[in-house]
Every structure is written in C-alpha cells, then in structure tokens.
C-alpha cells in the first residue's frame, strides 16, 4: 500500500466509481484499489473523460478503455462538446461532475474516487492565495465533499508526487503521459514548475506544512459556517433576501462575510463570484449611517440598505409610472399589481377596506390614482406635510414609496395613500376604496 493512501475513505462493499484520465495519478489510484477490490469486496467502475483539446486525447480514451477491458471494469466515456466560453475550466467541472453523477444514479454509486493528491493541493492553495479567495477557498482541495448527494472522495490528497512516481516505477503501472503538463501556458502548470521546487529548497517537507495550513483553515471554517448557517436558515426569501443590519453586524467580521457569502450563493446559484473587496463593501453598506443606501455588481447582484433591512436581489428595482383618471365606481389593476376597486359594496373578504365619506360625490370624482411624486403635500389639521417626510417618519423603503398608489379628488388633493394617510371629512354618502395585493 503506498503511504498515506486514504483507506479510511472507502468500506468494505462500496460501490466506486473511479475518474480516470490515463495520467500517471489516476492509474495508480486504478491500480491500487483494483487491488483491494477482492478483499474488500468492491465493486468498481470507471468514468473516463474526453476533453477534445488536443488531438491526442483520443489515444488516452482508448487507453483507459483498453485499461477497463484487462481489468474487467465496466468504464463510461464522456465526449465534451467544443465550448467557445472564456471560461472552460468551470464549463468543463460541470460537465465532469454531471456525468459522474448520472452514472451513480444508473449504477446506485455513492462514491466518486479523484485522483488529485499533495502536490495538486500545494498548487491550489497557492494560487487561491495568489490570486485571492474566501476563507473556504483557503482550505485548498477537500478530501471527501458532495456534489449533489454524491459523495466525492481523495484518497491520493496526502500522497506527494513524487510518492506515486515511486509506486508507479515499483509496480510498473502503466499510463499515458499529457503533453501539456510540459508547457507554462496553465497557471497551474507555472506554480508547478516553478514555485514548487522552490518551497521544496527552502523546506523539504512543504508539503506537510501546506496540508497543516489546509486542516487549520478546514477546522476553523468548519466553526464559521456552522455559527453563519444558523443565521441565513432564519432569513425570509420572496423574490430576494431580507435580513437585519442590526442582526448581521452584532456578529464577527468573518461571520458576517460568510452570511453574505451565503446569502448571495444562495440567491445567484454559486455563479457569481464575489471578491474580498465585495464582501466589505456591502458590509461598509450595511454600516453606512443613510438611511437608505445601494450596493451593485452590474447586472448580476443589488443590494439594498433600507433603515435596518439589507436586501439582496439580482434584477435592479424597476418602478413603472402610471397615471389613471377614474370617473365612477370601478376596478383597475395597477402596474405593481394591487388590485383597487371603487366601490358602495365591498366585498368584506378581499383586502383592505378603507371608507371615505362626502356630502356630495361630485366632488371627489373623477379620481385619479398614480406613483408619488416630487412635492406632494398632505393636509393636516395643523396646516400640511410633505409625503416624502412622513414616509421618512415611518421608516418606509424606497421600493415602498414607490408600490403605494396615491389617490387625488377632483381638486387634485390627495385624499388617500394606503395605510398612511386619509383626508379628513365628513358626509353621509359613502365611497368605499378597496384595496387588493394580488
């Protein structure tokens, strides 16, 4: 058994399902557990990804596949189609992951066996370091995680590189060598190539050290995301994210950055990625002294700071302006989706009823209804009051502001504004307006 294989990472009647690629890494993981097949009594098959990248990517398929046949495992292959995205490394996880995982479900797999290992993690962590992360990213590769249910294990994670060169020579393991690991074109191939073998004149057992590194940062965000998901599982959902300023910011600094982390994974699907410099932005927004406040990564995530609630959405708060004139008893339904209808005979169980009553109608209608604007006044007993100041008063949100209709009589005098404000009058004919949300 070569040292530090995770044995610990697979029992005795798992069903595996091993991604092999026909590197060096992955056929002596092959070849390891097909030797621990019949004492453990595992059953075993292999996933075998085709990239297309470079022509010869299809001598390593036939490869694994020849492999599979002189093993008598059964092996699935996955042709990627051609991506034209910038970003190929994440289109092509996915595709790996989703074939992975169809497979178990077909074949009642719980485990996926990857083939990375001590060297792979150094690179990783490294360059998270270098080109920056989140404290989860700082853990580096993860010996056992889910995708989906599935559990994905590493059992080579704290086996070095050079480790398995001395197994592969020792057993004389065959596999196919990938040309571009020669080339400096991949950040990765540039950490190894050159980074690495730095650390390791400077202190032989870097890797040792980089995995201490990993199982520090694992512990300690293990703590952080257990104290961080007690809070985002508390927090409402509609068509975004509401929660507390003052909730979030009795918190440490780092539980605060990893409930917004959280929060924005949660709302955008883990597709958006957010820098450190976000992270404290929108916490300088939830701090900021103004009552109300906004925070955007164009077309892709708002938040919104109204008094002491932070929301977070990913469509910018859009407010259509409307302007209706109605002249008797009806019904309308406005933009923002309430329901107002004009009525002497409401229906007792729909809504909000509010009963204004005149002498004389004639008076009040035609009735115009609309979004608040610049310079609407109210009238009181003691004179008037700008709407914008009583909106103020009750803490109200901008996208509050603009949902409430604003209801003007004949004389162009608000007379109505939903649970803020009613005129004062007095008569004995009755105008009923009611008001549905729908």
Do not use: W
């Not at 708060?317 to 009525?343: A, C, H, M, R, W």
């Not at 035609?366 to 009583?390: F, Q």
């Not at 008063?393 to 009589?409: Q, W």
């Amino acid at each position: 058994m070569i040292k530090n294989f995770g044995i610990d990472l697979i029992e005795n009647h798992d069903s595996l399902l091993l991604a092999i690629s026909g590197g060096i890494d992955s056929m002596v993981m092959l070849d390891i557990v097909n030797k621990l097949k019949n004492k453990m009594q595992l059953k075993l098959y292999i996933a075998h990804v085709d990239h297309q990248k470079r022509p010869s990517s299809k001598d390593d398929r036939d490869f694994v596949v020849e492999m599979a046949e002189e093993f008598s495992i059964p092996c699935f292959v996955e042709n990627l189609e051609l991506n034209n995205d910038n970003n190929f490394h994440d289109y092509a996880h996915k595709k790996r992951y989703d074939f992975f995982l169809r497979i178990a479900k077909e074949h009642n797999i719980k485990k996926v066996l990857l083939a990375h290992n001590a060297n792979d993690n150094a690179e990783t962590i490294l360059m998270r370091l270098t080109r920056g992360s989140s404290f989860e990213g700082y853990r580096g590769i993860l010996r056992s995680n889910y995708y989906q249910g599935l559990q994905i294990v590493r059992p080579l994670l704290n086996v070095s590189r050079k480790d398995i060169e001395i197994y592969q020579q020792a057993n004389l393991v065959p596999y196919v060598n990938d040309p571009t690991n020669l080339e400096d074109d991949y950040t990765r191939n540039r950490f190894r190539h050159h980074v690495l073998p730095l650390l390791e004149e400077e202190n032989p057992k870097y890797l040792e050290k980089i995995n201490h590194f990993s199982i520090y940062q694992t512990m300690a965000y293990d703590l952080i995301d257990s104290l961080s998901e007690k809070i985002v599982k508390n927090i409402k959902f509609d068509d975004c994210f509401e929660l507390s300023v003052k909730e979030l910011l009795k918190q440490p600094l780092i539980i605060q950055i990893e409930v917004v982390k959280k929060i924005i994974n949660l709302l955008t699907d883990n597709k958006i990625e957010i820098s450190y410099q976000n992270f404290i932005d929108i916490l300088k927004l939830a701090n900021n002294p103004k009552p109300q406040v906004q925070f955007e990564i164009e077309n892709q995530l708002y938040v919104y700071k109204s008094y002491d609630i932070l929301k977070f959405r990913t469509k910018s708060l859009v407010f259509e302006e409307y302007n209706f004139v109605i002249d008797g008893f009806k019904e309308i339904k406005l933009p923002n989706g309430y329901l107002v209808s004009i009525t002497k005979n409401p229906n007792k169980n729909n809504g909000f009823i509010y009963k204004i009553c005149y002498n004389n109608l004639d008076l009040v209608f035609p009735i115009t209804v609309r979004n608040r604007m610049n310079g609407d006044n109210l009238k009181t007993k003691s004179g008037t009051k700008k709407l914008k100041d009583v909106f103020i008063n009750k803490k109200l949100s901008i996208e509050a502001r603009n949902s409430l209709p604003v209801f003007l009589d004949k004389q162009n005098e608000i007379i109505f504004v939903p649970g803020i404000y009613q005129k004062e009058t007095t008569g004995e004919n009755e105008l009923f307006i009611v008001v549905l949300e729908e």
